[in-house]
């Protein structure tokens, strides 16, 4: 069955009618006393989900359209759980229980349900027909009823601003001039430059300072504001009489294609300057662009808009124009608006209020729109600390009611209502988290899909893939902005500007849509009952749930902050998604109710230390999907949690042992990171059986027996190495501590991997086997030693992008070497191969530097990350000319370079910063150096001695090792490990 659609438009509205559907089906054959009164709800719902999808596009609806739509929203999420309840209680209609007494308590407990949900549907059915009437007696939909109010577009303010008045706009006004003139004062070519960036940045006032300015020199000239829905006949009409400087009435050109060959006929052999400002759709600039002719010679084209792909396509052939992402202000800038708006000056300002200021800014975090808001309700606030320090509390919240910041709610609304409706309930979703929060994509991923507000949708191959669009369409609209991203520069986390957060929350409130309890200077009320809870403790002494709420119908909890008071588990019977993460105050008690949650789909304790077991109970919940259960103390997993059918993700800590029976997780399709000698022989046997995985992370280092060999041990790793090859679907392998795994002579994984990770390997070179994975993207091998060899290996490798080798001699100890490794040096050049590769990540602080780059070397690689130490690298005898051959590779862009040692290192340094400067591309370079005062001089003096032994070298290592962990006061555990991985 495809997932339905929540939404905050329609509420739960799609799901009813889908189960509502299935109720008259032949699942539930026996349900027949009220088979019209469902198809009869079923016929009144649609009408009124259609009718909420409709006003779910208008920004200001009537205030009673407002009050039915939110009872209807209300109804929906109380009818889908009612639904949810009897389906749980009849189960499966077709099952047949043993015995006699069985069979009567089942058939009891069904008729009891069926009935029960009978009564439901009447009262159901009766509560939308009042509802229905109530709206047509009381809602005067007349038009002459009441005056339209005309609002004036707070986008136009900007255009009629002085110049003198405007903060920070020069540097970017001379940036965008320097842009559009280069070329035009010879007319060789047009210019065009889009400027993109979200809503209350500038970008308006921007474009109108740079109109201004060149206005003068082009007598062919058009500004024009292009609306959400844009009557692209009205816009044409409008640019033709610009540039013409004649009136066209609207009965003229009776034709969009007319009016197109009127201004192209025009300004063909013209130069002209036309800004269009604020463009919502990449449809709208292809019918705009047909009208600007291309060879006008020295003319200009500015566009404004807040989507990325729509700058994109104006900067695409044939414009060839150039994309122009708008800065904040930075703090300078943002002070001098800020107080001359307030006090005409920043030394005006009573000292008292400066800090309570610097925070306001800092919150506004260099936002235009923002900052003259919120300045503009401070002017008319009592200039005394207090009321300041509630300003700052609750920017938005408090704020949108006045009219000083009505602009910047209108804009922001431009961007909110602008959004399909399943995009308004992924945004809304955030206003669960606390300000400043640093969101992970794949969690908000994991909610939108636990809560059915994505569904599978025909081009997309799982719901995850349509929830990364979801994602990056919100960056592409600037509604959130990107935090941290991966080697590959994709978003793997965002963040909310402030503002936009208060908005957010301000509509989620409107709408029923989240509850929040510990935001400051935001009053705890429902307006019914609780959807979403979230639960931020922040300075206050405990945060409690007010008595009194209904809890029974909330979809999702969260729990952010340490001082919160964990609420009764068994409240909360209709949950979908349960967030603990790192809930310090969590224990094993909080979850003895846990098997009441039927409808559970993600549940996560991450970093809850003091739960060390999970209760039987987990096994009942048959709909769960995700399971985190990483950085707690438990240690082994109820043997019911193979009864989770549906689990995708299961992630725990690499000392955990896993039940047998496992093979019938068969959707799992990701486990890390388990420990493979804490696993039973039968738990390892039916590993392979787990044909959906396709992420796995496996821990090889035995905990107990230090150095001995253990029989039981080899076993059980021939027993899941076999596996491997058998697990067809495997994308992702990450291995620890596995020398004797990477050491088979034939490959010990399937040819599907995409990823793979070899960590802390004492092995001393690159398998050969590794050349066979040619589907393989991302490589990192942890390794002794490496040789020329190697490279013509892993040059192979036909569509590799990231290549991260790591190599530490100290590993040497757990090979079966007697005498000291020979080292020689490697030289990268071209017909080495890496056709693909564009990010090279090469550590040798713990080695020798033995690599070189000769010409045409990895010819696509655009990212290079060296880590050494330069004693070493002298040793080899390069001490006299320090020569990587950057600039041997001819794509580079981007260099981070690590030094590390105890000596004076800036020779070498010095030739890193020469070398990047010479190069063509003047790649940026972040050079990192790194003083060690103790460790680096044993390695050092053990490679440079001729009559060191090797067993001197390993009692050096270990009191290398001891000193070390001595300095660092903490020595490799189990959990510094899970950060890596």
Not at 342 to 371: D, M, T, W
Not at 450 to 474: M, P
Not at 637 to 658: D, E, F, G
Not at 715 to 738: C, F, H, P, Q, R
Request: with cysteine; hydrophobic share 40%; net charge neutral.
């Amino acid at each position: 069955m495809e997932a339905a659609l929540v939404s905050a438009a329609t509420g739960a509205l799609k799901p009813v009618l889908e189960k509502l559907g299935a109720l008259v089906g032949d699942k539930y054959k026996r349900f027949k006393g009220v088979r019209g009164d469902i198809k009869s709800l079923t016929r009144e719902l649609t009408a009124m989900e259609a009718f909420l999808l409709k006003m779910s596009e208008e920004e200001d609806p009537d205030v009673h359209d407002k009050v039915w739509m939110n009872e209807v929203r209300e109804l929906s999420y109380d009818m889908e759980d009612s639904i949810d309840d009897f389906m749980q209680s009849v189960g499966n209609e077709d099952s047949k229980p043993d015995g006699f007494l069985e069979k009567m308590k089942n058939s009891l407990g069904k008729m009891k349900a069926r009935h029960r949900i009978g009564n439901e549907i009447h009262d159901l059915k009766k509560q939308i027909i009042e509802v229905a009437e109530r709206n047509e007696r009381y809602k005067a939909r007349e038009v002459f009823s009441k005056a339209k109010n005309t609002t004036v577009d707070p986008r136009a303010l900007a255009i009629f601003q002085h110049a003198s008045e405007l903060v920070g706009i020069d540097e970017p006004k001379a940036e965008i001039i320097k842009l559009l003139t280069q070329g035009a004062s010879t007319q060789e070519k047009m210019n065009l430059v889009s400027i993109v960036g979200s809503g209350g940045m500038g970008k308006t006032t921007l474009a109108n300072q740079v109109y201004q300015d060149l206005k003068g020199k082009f007598k062919c000239r058009a500004f024009l504001s292009i609306s959400r829905n844009p009557d692209m006949m009205n816009i044409l009409r409008t640019i033709l009489s610009e540039v013409s400087g004649q009136r066209y009435a609207d009965t003229e050109a009776g034709s969009i294609q007319q009016l197109i060959i009127k201004i192209t006929d025009f300004l063909v052999d013209k130069r002209y300057f036309v800004v269009l400002d604020d463009i919502w759709d990449v449809d709208t600039w292809h019918v705009l662009k047909l009208a600007l002719p291309v060879a006008s010679s020295g003319s200009i084209i500015i566009t404004t808009t807040r989507i990325n792909d729509v700058a994109k396509s104006c900067c695409s052939t044939p414009f060839s124009g150039v994309i122009y992402c708008i800065r904040p202000l930075d703090m300078v800038d943002s002070r001098q608006l800020f107080y001359t708006r307030l006090f005409n000056s920043e030394e005006k300002c009573p000292s008292y209020l400066k800090k309570v200021s610097e925070h306001i800014l800092k919150k506004c975090a260099g936002l235009p729109l923002a900052i003259i808001a919120i300045s503009g309700l401070l002017a008319n606030t009592e200039r005394t600390e207090g009321p300041w320090k509630q300003v700052e509390d609750s920017i938005g919240r408090a704020l949108e009611r006045n009219p000083s910041v009505e602009g910047m709610m209108k804009i922001l609304s431009l961007s909110y209502f602008e959004l399909p409706a399943h995009l308004k309930s992924c945004l809304l979703c955030l206003s669960i988290f606390p300000e400043d929060s640093i969101i992970k994509k794949k969690v908000l991923i994991h909610r939108w899909i636990a809560e059915r507000i994505i569904h599978t949708e025909a081009g997309y191959s799982t719901t995850h893939e349509l929830g990364e669009r979801c994602f990056n369409e919100l960056i592409n609209r600037s509604l959130i902005q990107p935090a941290m991203t991966d080697k590959f520069d994709r978003v793997k986390s965002c963040r909310l500007h402030d503002t936009i957060l208060d908005f957010i929350i301000s509509k989620s409130i409107e709408e029923n849509f989240v509850t929040l309890v510990g935001v400051l200077s935001l009053t705890v009320g429902t307006q019914g009952k609780v959807r979403r809870l979230s639960l931020q403790a922040g300075k206050q002494k405990e945060l409690i749930v007010p008595e009194g709420w209904v809890l029974s119908h909330v979809r999702s909890l969260d729990v952010f902050g340490e001082s919160v008071k964990i609420p009764s588990i068994d409240k909360f019977r209709h949950l979908r998604f349960l967030d603990f993460e790192y809930c310090d105050q969590l224990e094993n008690h909080h979850l003895e109710n846990i098997g009441m949650l039927f409808q559970l789909r993600y549940l996560s304790l991450l970093g809850a230390k003091k739960v060390n077991k999970l209760p039987e109970q987990i096994g009942l919940l048959l709909c769960l999907q995700i399971l985190n259960l990483r950085f707690t103390s438990v240690c082994e997993l109820p043997a019911s949690i193979v009864n989770l059918k549906r689990l995708v993700h299961l992630l725990v800590t690499q000392n955990v042992t896993l039940p047998c029976g496992i093979s019938k997780l068969q959707a799992l399709e990701k486990l890390r990171l388990f420990s493979v000698y804490s696993q039973s022989f039968n738990f390892l046997r039916e590993f392979e059986q787990l044909q959906s995985l396709k992420v796995l992370a496996l821990d090889f280092e035995d905990y107990n027996c230090a150095n001995r060999v253990n029989v039981e041990n080899v076993s059980k790793k021939a027993i899941i190495v076999a596996s491997l090859k058998n697990l067809g679907n495997l994308l992702s392998l990450t291995v620890w501590d596995g020398p004797e795994f990477v050491r088979q002579s034939l490959c010990p994984m399937p040819l599907s991997l995409q990823k793979l990770e070899v960590l802390r390997s004492s092995v001393l070179h690159v398998p050969n086997w590794v050349g066979s994975l040619v589907n393989l993207q991302e490589l990192r091998l942890d390794l002794v030693g490496v040789e020329q060899k190697d490279f013509y290996i892993l040059g192979g490798l036909p569509v590799l992008r990231c290549l991260t080798l790591k190599i530490d001699v100290r590993e040497i100890r757990n090979t079966s070497l007697t005498e000291e490794p020979e080292v020689k040096r490697v030289i990268v050049c071209g017909e080495v191969g890496f056709p693909c590769l564009r990010i090279f990540n090469y550590d040798s602080q713990h080695a020798v530097m033995n690599l070189t780059f000769a010409a045409g070397a990895m010819p696509k690689v655009d990212d290079l990350q060296i880590e050494f130490d330069p004693e070493e690298t002298e040793f080899l005898g390069t001490s006299g000319d320090f020569d990587l051959g950057i600039e041997n590779l001819p794509s580079l862009l981007k260099i981070r370079c690590v030094v590390h040692g105890y000596v004076d290192s800036s020779r070498v340094e010095t030739a890193i910063r020469e070398a990047a400067n010479a190069h063509p591309n003047r790649p940026t370079l972040d050079l990192v150096s790194i003083r060690l005062q103790l460790q680096r001089f044993i390695i050092t003096g053990f490679l440079r001695s001729k009559h060191s032994s090797f067993t001197g070298f390993n009692s050096l290592l270990g009191r290398e090792q001891k000193m070390s962990s001595m300095l660092s006061c903490r020595g490799r555990t189990p959990s510094t490990r899970e950060h890596l991985t």
